[in-house]
């Protein structure tokens, strides 16, 4: 929770790399918030379709009760759209962890009293990123596409971010 107050701290304060460059505090949040939705897609999506990749489309009436889900699959299993998927979803991730540091590297903020050595240990070297974008972007969805694949691939973002993938990979 801590490192979760210190992010939103720094991004409304103006303090991280992108407010420095004169990005309002507010748009900043904007950005981390949807690149933390975006990667959350890109990692349940990948969960999804690996997790139904060699099974039937059709068993327990998925087409009727999971109609978006079951023409995600259709089209992420047609030809070798799996691996387009995979190589431009990888592009994202980059991409996205990238605009993620942007959001939550502050050089300039004030230490709260720290020693330089723990501050720089625990705050410095990236650790609040790291543990808010797993906890919040990467684990709870690939859990909930392990858990539940048609349920997750039912719901209107994976088949943008899926189409959105296969077209980066083609260009």
């Known amino acids: 929770m801590m490192y979760f107050c210190y992010i939103m701290y720094g991004m409304w304060a103006g303090e991280s790399l992108l407010g420095q460059s004169g990005v309002p505090g507010v748009v900043v949040f904007i950005i981390f ?3 933390i939705l975006f990667l959350a897609l890109l990692e349940g999506v990948q969960v999804a379709i690996l997790v139904r990749e060699n099974k039937d489309p059709d068993e ?3 087409p009727q ?3 978006r ?10 030809e070798k759209n799996v691996r387009r998927f995979l190589i431009g979803r990888q592009f994202f991730v ?10 939550t ?11 330089d050595a723990v501050w720089f240990i ?7 990123t790291a543990l808010n974008v797993l906890c919040f972007g990467q684990l709870p969805a690939q859990l909930l596409a392990n858990l539940d694949s048609m349920l997750f691939m039912n719901r209107p973002g994976p088949r943008f971010t899926l189409e959105v993938c296969l077209f980066t990979e083609m260009t």
């Open 33 to 35: 918030a949807c690149c």
């Open 60 to 62: 327990n009436n998925f």
């Open 65 to 67: 009760t999971h109609p």
């Open 69 to 78: 889900a079951t023409a995600l699959m259709k089209r992420a299993t047609h």
């Open 94 to 103: 980059i991409f996205v962890v990238f605009l993620i540091n942007q959001c």
């Open 105 to 115: 590297i502050f050089p300039d903020i004030h230490q709260f009293g720290a020693p």
């Open 122 to 128: 625990f705050f410095q070297l990236g650790l609040p």
